[in-house]
């Protein structure tokens, strides 16, 4: 870029000089030739901060080709746990599932919710409401996993407890998914050092949840507190802690997919 300012420098003294003996001509066509120059410099430039753009969007996109499912628990008629405070477990699951999703969608990977609303999956006609929704759930995940076996599935939820003194953030796996045990550790151990500093908690395998059985691909169950203590239920109705609740849950996501 240097040699062709230093030219386009050298041309205009050239064309100069050639004015000043009032050769038309050549000045005719010296104009011409530092208006070619001209053009050639700034698409050079054009091209050179392309290039840049492209790069810095590729450097941001590390997880292209992975697809991510976030599952918001419950929905529709199903609010799901009922905070101390009378939180909805159904609204805040679906608030901090669309936070994950604005966050992952610069990292390059396909991010699918299986809800974007407050309603459930299934149809007014469904004898079984619960079974139908969670059916459709495993449908959507195993439909991408078919498309895609590069996938890890992370189901939003809140927990309860009769004792209002149980808090903290605990994610449950199956025990027979090497993926969904290992994406469990990471997460909770992100989980720990940031939420459950005073209050540490293991990962809990499960072998009965419906998600966890009949998907094909690593899953993983993210309770993000519980509802029946007074913190938790305040601190995850607030926008503030959601976001950073989703934040968490990312950054665990995406050391797993470093890996």
Same mark, same amino acid.
């Given at each position: 870029m240097t040699n062709i300012i230093n030219w386009m420098k050298t041309s205009f003294t050239n064309m100069y000089e050639i004015l000043k003996r009032n050769i038309k001509i050549e000045a005719v066509m010296a104009f011409l030739l530092l208006m070619s120059i001209t053009m050639i410099?700034?698409?050079?430039? =054009?091209?050179v901060e392309s290039d840049n753009k492209e790069t810095k969007k590729q450097e941001h996109k590390p997880f292209s080709g992975y697809t991510i499912v976030i599952d918001p628990g419950h929905g529709g008629i199903d609010p799901g746990k009922i905070g101390i405070n009378d939180a909805l477990e159904k609204n805040i699951n679906l608030s901090i599932s669309l936070y994950i999703e604005e966050i992952l969608k610069n990292t390059g990977a396909k991010v699918v919710l299986t809800r974007e609303s407050d309603t459930g999956l299934?149809?007014?006609?469904?004898?079984?409401?619960?079974?139908?929704?969670?059916? =459709?759930?495993c449908e959507i995940i195993n439909k991408e996993y078919l498309e895609n076996e590069k996938i890890?599935?992370?189901?939003? #939820?809140?927990?309860?407890?009769t004792s209002e003194n149980v808090k903290g953030a605990q994610v449950f796996y199956?025990?027979? %998914?090497?993926?969904g045990t290992e994406l469990a550790k990471i997460m909770q151990t992100i989980l720990n050092d940031n939420i459950n500093?005073?209050?540490?908690? $293991?990962?809990? $395998?499960?072998? %009965?949840?419906?998600?966890? &059985? #009949?998907?094909k691909c690593p899953t993983i169950i993210v309770e993000c507190g519980f509802l029946s203590n007074w913190d938790d239920a305040n601190n995850l109705s %607030?926008?503030?802690?959601? @976001?950073?609740?989703?934040?968490?849950?990312? @950054?665990?996501?995406?050391?797993? &997919?470093? @890996?």
């Open positions: 410099a700034c698409n050079m430039e =054009k091209i299934y149809q007014e006609s469904d004898g079984n409401k619960k079974r139908a929704d969670m059916e =459709k759930r890890i599935v992370v189901s939003v #939820h809140q927990n309860s407890f199956y025990r027979n %998914s090497a993926g500093i005073n209050n540490k908690k $293991e990962i809990k $395998e499960n072998t %009965s949840y419906y998600m966890l &059985l #009949h998907t %607030s926008d503030e802690y959601q @976001k950073r609740m989703a934040g968490l849950i990312c @950054k665990g996501i995406e050391e797993y &997919l470093k @890996k």
